[in-house]
């Protein structure tokens, strides 16, 4: 094959203000294109894979939308309830926390990832959460503290994590429904009518979620919070002896608690109120949890045994065991608050206090 291509010589410079010089000389060159494969030549070339990733995961809501993202972390299918959450950072601390079991937790901050992970920072034994959604992964990690990239640990922890995902597009749609049933796959083989089925039919209310996350056998705590991060300027008194009731309780709870001085013991959601008052508790703490406590009816009823007889207070899962103990009615709402605690000035104690 020849082609014949006549280019005008164009001037080096060109003037903006002034009329374009009429061209007075053509260049004239031929150029030939010789093709030497075959069809088989052609057949046996090596399709080279692009050096990014491409999408390979989709979250399929109970609504009918579809969104597809990259994964990471992982890989399979997952059924769980999309809830939002606006911290800025403690990613790792959402992940390790067990009131989102049953739950994808997804990140309104769009960068993540970028601190990587510790052990320190870490609120219970494993990850309890069904999945991660994100808009941004971090390519690389910057913090003294970090010991393993976010994808690597969930990847360990088999947690599915999804990113390049319209994050603020699905808050919008969360916040205006209210939390939804979803379905994160990354499986090409199940159709997105095979997903929205799933969703449709599954719903995490009505679910004893609090015995999957819950000790299986008494034990005591002693550790406190490290030194460097300790803002208890009251100091230490007397020393209570404190039960913890396990409904998925966190361990900042339990070390703020041993800080200032408590003696604690950590005892199953399912552990008998009669042996509770043997042990002649000073206190006994309802701890947080994931679900619902309409699911829990034994967990209301052990509330209902120590109410009168001993001091109580709850967090979370355990406030509202103790309003429903004491004839109130729980509902799912809308969505829930999910994110970072607020500070307030204390005036008795200098530094700022949660």
Request: proline fraction near 6%; hydrophobic fraction near 35%; include cysteine.
């Amino acid at each position: 094959m020849e082609l014949a291509l006549k280019n005008p010589i164009a001037p080096t410079t060109r003037s903006f203000l002034k009329p374009k010089p009429k061209v007075k000389s053509l260049r004239v060159f031929n150029l030939k294109c010789i093709s030497s494969l075959s069809s088989a030549d052609v057949a046996a070339a090596v399709v080279v894979e692009r050096p990014w990733k491409t999408s390979d995961a989709r979250l399929v809501l109970e609504d009918g939308s579809v969104w597809r993202a990259k994964s990471f972390g992982a890989r399979g299918t997952q059924v769980g309830e999309v809830v939002f959450n606006t911290s800025l950072t403690g990613y790792q601390e959402i992940l390790t926390d067990p009131s989102y079991a049953g739950q994808f937790v997804l990140m309104t901050n769009p960068h993540i990832g970028n601190t990587g992970v510790n052990f320190d920072d870490e609120e219970s034994r494993q990850c309890f959460l069904a999945g991660l959604v994100i808009r941004s992964l971090s390519i690389s990690t910057s913090n003294w503290r970090c010991t393993k990239e976010l994808g690597d640990y969930l990847l360990e922890r088999n947690i599915m994590g999804i990113y390049d995902v319209d994050t603020r597009a699905i808050t919008r749609r969360l916040r205006q429904d209210g939390s939804l049933v979803g379905v994160l796959t990354t499986e090409e083989s199940k159709t997105d009518e095979e997903l929205l089925k799933m969703s449709r039919s599954w719903d995490i209310v009505g679910i004893d979620l609090i015995s999957g996350v819950s000790c299986t056998a008494p034990y005591e705590w002693a550790d406190k919070t490290d030194p460097e991060w300790d803002f208890n300027c009251e100091g230490r008194g007397k020393i209570y002896h404190v039960i913890a009731y396990d409904f998925g309780i966190k361990n900042n709870i339990l070390r703020r608690l041993a800080s200032y001085g408590c003696k604690i013991t950590v005892v199953p959601s399912n552990w008998p109120a009669s042996e509770i008052l043997k042990m002649k508790p000073d206190g006994v703490l309802f701890s947080n949890g994931p679900g619902d406590p309409s699911a829990v009816p034994y967990a209301v009823e052990t509330v209902k045994e120590l109410l009168g007889k001993v001091p109580v207070f709850g967090i979370c899962m355990g406030h509202q065991l103790l309003g429903q103990a004491l004839g109130g009615r729980t509902f799912k709402m809308k969505f829930g608050h999910h994110g970072g605690n607020h500070p307030c000035p204390q005036p008795s104690c200098k530094p700022c206090r949660n």
